[in-house]
C-alpha cells in the first residue's frame, strides 16, 4: 500500500472510529438519538456518517461488535491467569467499569428490540477465559463453590449495571467502582 493509500486509510480508521465512539456516548444518554446527533457529536456531517452506516441499524450492529471487542480487550488487559483469584476477578471488574458508556448500551431496554447484535448470544473467549477464572477461584478457595460461573457472571454485570448507574445519578466513578469491588468481594466469599 503506497502513502496516499496508507494515509486515506488511516483517515477512514479515524473517522469511523470517531462516529463509534460518537454514537456510543449519544446514545447512552438518548437512545432516539437520530444518526444527525451522532454526526453532530462526532463533528462529521451527516453524510458521512450516512457513508459509513447507511441505516441506524447497521450503526447499531456496528456498535454491538465494538462493545464485544472492547469486552476482549478489557478481559485481555485484567489479566485473569495471574495472581489470586480474587484479585483477577477485581482487575476484570475494573477494567469493565471503565466501559461506561459503551456497555450501558446492552442494558437500555429501549434499544434491546433494534439491537440484534451478532456474537451477543454465544460464548465469547472473554466468557471462556471469566469461566476459568471461577474454576480457579473455586479451586484455590478463593469463591463459593456454590456460586457457579454463569451466577458470578451475571452478579459481576449486575453490580457492574447499579455501579454506572450511581455514577449516573451524581455518584463519583470512585465511589461507584468501591462499593462495587466492595459489594463483589462479599458476594464471591466462601
Known amino acids: 500500500m503506497n502513502t496516499a493509500a496508507s494515509s486515506r486509510a488511516g483517515a477512514r480508521s479515524r473517522t469511523r472510529r470517531a462516529i463509534l465512539d460518537a454514537a456510543t456516548a449519544v446514545l447512552a444518554t438518548n437512545s432516539a438519538a437520530s444518526l444527525a446527533d451522532v454526526a453532530a457529536a462526532a463533528a462529521v456531517g451527516r453524510t458521512t456518517v450516512h457513508r459509513y452506516f447507511p441505516e441506524r441499524s447497521d450503526l447499531v450492529r456496528a ?12 478481559t485481555e488487559r485484567a489479566r485473569l491467569e495471574e495472581g489470586p483469584a480474587l484479585l483477577a476477578l477485581e482487575r476484570l471488574c475494573q477494567e469493565l467499569f471503565e466501559l461506561g458508556d ?15 447484535w451478532e456474537g451477543w448470544e454465544e460464548d465469547t473467549d472473554a466468557d471462556r477465559a471469566l469461566t476459568r477464572l471461577v474454576e480457579r477461584g473455586h479451586a484455590q478457595g478463593d469463591f463459593d463453590t456454590g456460586l457457579d460461573a454463569a451466577w458470578i ?38
Open 102 to 116: 459503551a456497555l450501558s448500551l446492552v442494558f437500555d431496554e429501549s434499544l434491546a428490540a433494534v439491537w440484534n
Open 153 to 190: 457472571s451475571q452478579v459481576l454485570w449486575s453490580l457492574l449495571y447499579a455501579a454506572w448507574e450511581r455514577t449516573r445519578a451524581g455518584g463519583t466513578k470512585h465511589e461507584a467502582l468501591t462499593l462495587c469491588l466492595r459489594t463483589l468481594r462479599k458476594a464471591v466469599a466462601p
Open 63 to 74: 456498535l454491538g461488535a465494538d462493545v464485544l471487542e472492547k469486552v476482549a480487550v478489557a
